[in-house]
């Protein structure tokens, strides 16, 4: 690894470290965010020439803290804001930056960016920002929306936990519990956009995936007793494993059943599946680690023929009493489908028809495609692919769709052909 991309991984560790500090200390999140922001920059600068300094996150601490000093002289209240910041030494010895340094306030930050006074996507995004070390550039190109645009919604969503009294603190009981799924939500969220990105010419976003899978280490590590946490990550990392495999040489998508499984890494699979060990009836038992529990079947399978289709099955009998949805409704129908035949998987997709929150997917076409290209009703099945080809914003889903699609349209036999 090149010395420039070790300080760039240090910086965005340190980032939401350094932020949270000064959140806990001064409160006014949109200031400290862009002190923080000018306390990067000048290490992105300064760090490649003079070399990383012995307390890198003490460098930090200081030199946001003078931009804030900055930021609030000429006010009327300069003498009451500087005394707020005195313990940061615009000197420079940094006095009280050791005791800081060491205090680590991801936790704290990460439940600020998931307030309930936000929406979803300003969650998100100021996750991303804040916590994850990400440029306002960056998220914008994740979510595909104008930088402008995105610095817009992200100093309303710091904006709107100003006006709604948000103290940087971990919420309450029972409001924890609460906060805590939101997180999870979100990282979830930020995993999957990664992993399957929703529109542009790449498969995944290795960036983001790889940020969620960091975040949620740190989370677990903050939270080693939380099983859904574990569960989380053990799901990242069994479903990340695959990712070598996923695509051709020509970027194409390749199906899990016809993947090179010695290609899915197994130290991450090992890892995830050591989580799922420690974790699972140990506590109640959610969505994450069923999950997580499938992901761990798959993974586990020499070849895809050796799949245990029927614990696959009865693990989303549970996850859809404990968390019924459409999506698990979808990967229960295939499922089912594996294990009953594909006449069954397309009963239960019927369910879904009307369904306004699968309205706007690609999902429920395609898997009605692939379960009537199973069931041998070959033209149904291409026009299926065609529709969820047309709903789809990636270019490389896009390909492969209209791909089975055209595979379908030739003729399977000579008899065929004559016909």
Known sequence: MSAGRRIEDLLRELAQQVLGTLVRRHGQFDACEDAVQEALLAAAVRWPAEGVPDRPRAWLLTVAGRSLVDGWRGESARRRREARVAALDPAGRQPADAEAAEHDDTLVLLFLCCHPALSPPSQLALTLRAVGGLTTAQVASAFLVPEAAMAKRVTRAKQRIRSAGARFELPPQPAWSERLGVVLHVLYLVFNEGYTASSGPELNRADLTAEAVRLTRLLHRLLPGEGEVAGLLALMLLTDARRAARTDADGSIVPLAEQRRELWDAAAIAEGQALLTRTLGRGPVGPYQLQAAVAAVH???????ETDWPQILALYDVLTQVAPGPLVTLSRAVALAMVHGPWAGL??????????????????DAVRAHLLERAGDRAAAREYYLRAARKTASL????????RAARLGQPSSPADAAD
């Open 396 to 403: 490389p889903e896009q390909r492969y769709l209209a791909l």
């Open 347 to 364: 009963a239960l997709l019927g369910t879904l028809d009307g369904d306004q929150r699968t309205a706007n997917t690609h999902r429920v």
């Open 299 to 305: 993974d586990e399978a020499l070849t895809a023929e």
